[in-house]
């Protein structure tokens, strides 16, 4: 397998090759690496729930209670009272009538997705959609269709083509994990039910953050702002049950640890409960754009906690990524191919829980970047 030496070496080369920064500390606005303090800017713990007090101690209860493993599959004997409870808690969540657990958001994207459509199925996807729906489609055998991004009228030419299929899904991210741009679901919804497709949305990035959509299959993790693991489907009692029986990702794996299942409901409480944990996201979102955009950077279309600063150029990125952080700030380059050539980016996402003078920092470093 020297083959891989080679793989390896030409990644290195083309300045693509990734590696880890290994985190000593709970996940929150500062982090320790290398026993030193940086303030991060790429995690996905917006509402910085990841390390509550509240959420910790009904992990350690469960943990108590209930062990640590869940000890087989959910058919088989890994379901506990709290995985039900927990489904409970998502459904009131998204307005729907059920939900079903996964022990990711990739394995729910992938197991629903299969488990939707075969080979006499058409998806119809947006160009940006997450990688974890591409997946799902490859895997169902179904024909792939993609619509520009956010193109509704696209969209409406490829449905008024697909009427002999079987089936017509189509998928669409609710905000989209580079860009931090919203979809137009509500169009969306609106072409999918004249032209008798079925609508499935990816709301990873905005559960906890932004009011439920409405579509005929809700995804999201609880992997982001719930802070804790897992994936989830919402909607009718019928797609839960057909999922349970169908989506090998569901059947054919150890379900989530219970624990992760208390975190997520008391998360969940919290969320509900402190609304002002949200209005102070926003307020750290509109303080880092305004001073983002007075320097003149481009940060795209971004609508959300999710702000890309588009560089356009490999090793200019990487360049800016590595003096933040030997200034203290912690902010991955993004490069191809998870996005375009020629789109490289730094990918700064917001927490609810900065102080000020983190987000004075920030700006301060940045604008640094983009005088010199």
């Known amino acids: 397998m020297n083959w891989l030496k080679d793989e390896i070496k030409t990644l290195t080369e083309q300045n693509l090759f990734r590696s880890e920064k290994i985190i000593e500390s709970a996940q929150g606005p500062h982090v320790t690496i290398d026993g030193k303090d940086y303030i991060l800017f790429c995690s996905n713990n917006y509402l910085g729930l990841a390390n509550h007090p509240e959420v910790k101690h009904a992990a350690i209860s469960a943990v108590e209670k209930y062990g640590v ?9 890994g379901t506990s009272k709290l995985h039900k409870d927990l489904e409970e808690k998502l459904a009131e969540l998204k307005k729907t009538e059920s939900a079903i657990l996964f022990p990711t ?48 009228e696209k969209l409406i030419d490829i449905l008024k083509k697909c009427s002999k299929h079987r089936r017509r899904l189509v998928i669409t991210d609710t905000i989209f994990s580079m860009d931090g741009d919203v979809a137009p679901v509500d169009e969306i919804q609106k072409a999918c039910k004249e032209y008798d497709a079925m609508l499935m949305i990816d709301d990873a990035h905005s559960t906890g953050i932004f009011p439920p959509h409405k579509a005929d299959i809700i995804m999201g993790t609880l992997s982001k702002a719930i ?31 219970p624990a992760l299942c208390a975190a997520a409901i008391e998360s969940i409480n919290i969320i509900q409960n402190e609304p002002e944990r949200i209005t102070r996201l926003w307020d750290n979102v509109k303080t880092v754009k305004d001073g983002l955009k007075n320097i003149g950077f481009n940060l795209g279309q971004s609508q959300s906690q ?17 003096y933040l952080f030997e200034n203290g700030i912690f902010v ?6 998870t996005v375009p050539k020629g789109k490289e980016r730094l990918r700064l996402t917001v927490m609810s829980e900065y102080m000020k003078k983190d987000l004075g920092l920030l700006i301060k470093k940045i604008k640094f970047i983009g005088s010199g």
């Open 306 to 322: 999710i702000i890309p600063i588009i560089i356009g150029n490999n090793d200019k990125t990487l360049a800016m990524s590595k």
């Open 69 to 77: 493993g869940s000890g087989a599959s959910r058919l088989v004997s």
């Open 227 to 257: 802070g804790s693991l897992g994936g989830f489907v919402c909607g009718s009692k019928d797609l839960t049950d057909y999922l349970r029986n169908k989506a090998r990702s569901y059947i054919y794996t150890t379900s989530m640890p």
């Open 332 to 337: 991955q380059a993004i490069r191809h191919p």
């Open 105 to 152: 958001g990739y394995m729910a994207n992938v197991g629903t997705i299969s488990a939707l459509a075969g080979k006499e199925d058409v998806v119809i996807i947006d160009k940006l959609n997450h990688a974890s729906i591409i997946d799902g489609c490859r895997l169902s055998g179904a024909k792939l269709l993609v619509y520009p991004h956010k193109k509704v």
